[in-house]
């Protein structure tokens, strides 16, 4: 982060903003892509749905992870053609499987038998993919917990699907977000080879395998760097899945880094002997994602010397609304400016702007 050039932005665009740099989430795409190599990215716009994010990523050739009518509507204004999207939610009422065929989607998600049966209708249009639960509970944030068929039952899923007349693809799974440990999607592929040899010997064939989303970036805790990430999983699938279509639904990596929020401090209190700041974005603001993402975002303050026990809180007047708690800094000021880190990813997508305080401005930058 260049502290005096963003300063110079905020002067211009005020606070709270966050600043998209262009030019990172270009250089997140291309890392990943060269860590991945052979492997179609489905960016999941869920992460982050910012037009500008979408733009760019298509120009550098991304494809797109979209789950919902919503989701549709902003790819297609973006001008982003159905054959370079997938649905990946597992649970979608009949309107929403129409809403995606009629934009000319043709690859979708499912989990269990009842969402088999809506497919019944669509069975020339729609192509499935069976997703796969991963345990994870380690993982930061696990998105097995609400979807996928265990691993024992996916074979008969897909069994049943065939049965039915359905075209099943192949296999999808999500490691979990910010997945910082890359076994877990060698785990889940080792699952997925074992279902494609009993698919096979039954007759069925499967030719795609999707290893979903999960690629950690650095919060406060280094990760390790994408190339070292992938490379086991590059080459299990190169031995294993070297004539398979392989699809990944990265979000985090490709979003988290490309933003930098600037918030200021409207106000400060010393409350028990404890520095309270309150800045002018919050819980309910970007930093939604420390509530629901349980993400901790690095910070940098425009000063130095002595620090003191303090509190960084949010603008709003609930007391849940507390961003930092037992942290040292230095005396800050009224008006002073901080910068957080990687908050691209699950932060603006779920702010809301409670309480009368509007969600932060988006800038592009470089
Ligand atoms: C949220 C989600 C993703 C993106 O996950 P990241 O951890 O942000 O990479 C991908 N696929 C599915 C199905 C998701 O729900």
Redesign the pocket.
């Known amino acids: 982060m260049d502290f005096a050039k963003l300063n110079k932005l905020v002067s211009v665009h005020g606070t709270p903003s966050l600043f998209l740099s262009q030019s990172r989430l270009r250089e997140s795409y291309r890392s990943l892509a060269y860590a991945l190599p052979g492997v179609e990215l489905?960016y999941?716009v869920?992460?982050n749905a910012q037009p500008e994010i979408i733009d760019i990523l298509q120009q550098e050739g991304s494809l797109f992870?979209i789950?919902t009518n919503g989701e549709i509507d902003i790819v297609k204004q973006c001008g982003v053609p159905a054959e370079k999207c997938m649905h990946?939610?597992?649970i979608k009422r009949d309107s929403d499987i129409r809403y995606a065929l009629d934009f000319g989607v043709t690859l979708f998600?499912v989990d269990n038998e009842f969402e088999l049966s809506k497919f019944l209708l669509y069975k020339d249009r729609a192509r499935l993919l069976v997703?796969m639960s991963v345990q994870n509970p380690s993982c930061m944030?696990n998105?097995s917990h609400k979807?996928g068929c265990a691993p024992t039952q996916t074979f008969s899923l897909i069994e049943k699907a065939h049965g039915m007349g359905l075209s099943v693809a192949g296999i999808?799974f999500?490691a979990?977000?910010?997945?910082e440990n890359p076994l877990k999607y060698i785990e889940a592929l080792d699952f997925c080879r074992d279902i494609c040899r009993k698919a096979a010997l039954n007759g069925i064939i499967l030719n795609t395998i999707d290893i979903?989303?999960?690629?950690p970036i650095n919060y406060l805790n280094p990760v390790l760097p994408i190339q070292r990430f992938c490379q086991p999983i590059n080459e299990y699938l190169e031995r294993y899945f070297s004539n398979y279509r392989i699809i990944a639904?990265?979000?985090?990596?490709?979003?988290?880094p490309c933003m930098v929020l600037a918030a200021r401090v409207m106000g400060k209190s010393l409350r028990s002997g404890v520095w309270w700041y309150y800045l002018d974005e919050g819980l309910y603001g970007s930093f939604s994602g420390k509530m629901f993402d349980h993400a901790d975002y690095p910070l940098l303050v425009p000063r130095s010397g002595e620090t003191f026990n303090s509190v960084l809180a949010g603008p709003t007047c609930d007391s849940i609304d507390v961003l930092y708690e037992n942290i040292a800094l230095p005396q800050l000021e009224i008006g002073d400016v901080l910068l957080f880190d990687s908050m691209g990813?699950?932060t603006t997508a779920s702010a809301t702007t409670f309480n009368g305080f509007p969600k932060a401005k988006i800038v592009v930058i470089d």
């Open positions: 489905f999941a869920k992460s992870d789950c990946t939610h597992p998600v997703r944030v998105l979807f999808s999500h979990g977000s910010q997945n979903g989303g999960g690629f639904e990265p979000g985090r990596v490709l979003s988290g990813a699950y």
